[in-house]
Nanobody, 119 residues
Framework: QVQLVESGGGLVQAGGSLRLSCATS????????MGWYRQAQGKQRELVAA???????NYADSVKGRFTISRDNAKNTVYLQMNSLKPEDTAVYYC?????????????WGQGTQVTVSS
């Protein structure tokens, strides 16, 4: 069974930095896309950043220039470096991985890690 486990969340002051990590286990295949979503209280889950296996990236406009996604394909691990954090970045951050098979697509999610940015 594929599992994604996030780490690195916590409480930080505005302007500070955090680095999230997402380790995967239970898969004997690599993931096509890996990324991060977040969900603030009372809001819908939104894409923060994603990266394809070949290294193409996609960022939410609100985090461009402040967040950097990276991945280690050999370890099936994805990271999110978050700099210049703002109170509006406060949310539960979820790791996501997608694998496209011949006839189906499988999505995997972590349990989430809380990021709180104080003003």
């Amino acid at each position: 069974q594929v599992q994604l486990v996030e780490s690195g969340g916590g409480l930080v002051q505005a302007g500070g930095s955090l680095r999230l990590s997402c380790a995967t286990s239970g898969s004997d295949f690599s993931f096509n896309d890996m990324g991060w979503y977040r969900q603030a209280q009372g809001k819908q889950r939104e894409l923060v950043a994603a990266m394809t296996e070949s290294g193409s990236t996609n960022y939410a406009d609100s985090v461009k220039g402040r967040f950097t996604i990276s991945r280690d394909n050999a370890k099936n691990t994805v990271y999110l470096q978050m700099n210049s954090l703002k109170p509006e970045d406060t949310a539960v951050y979820y790791c996501h991985a997608e694998r496209r098979f011949m006839w189906s697509v499988a999505d995997y999610w972590g349990q989430g890690t809380q990021v709180t940015v104080s003003s």
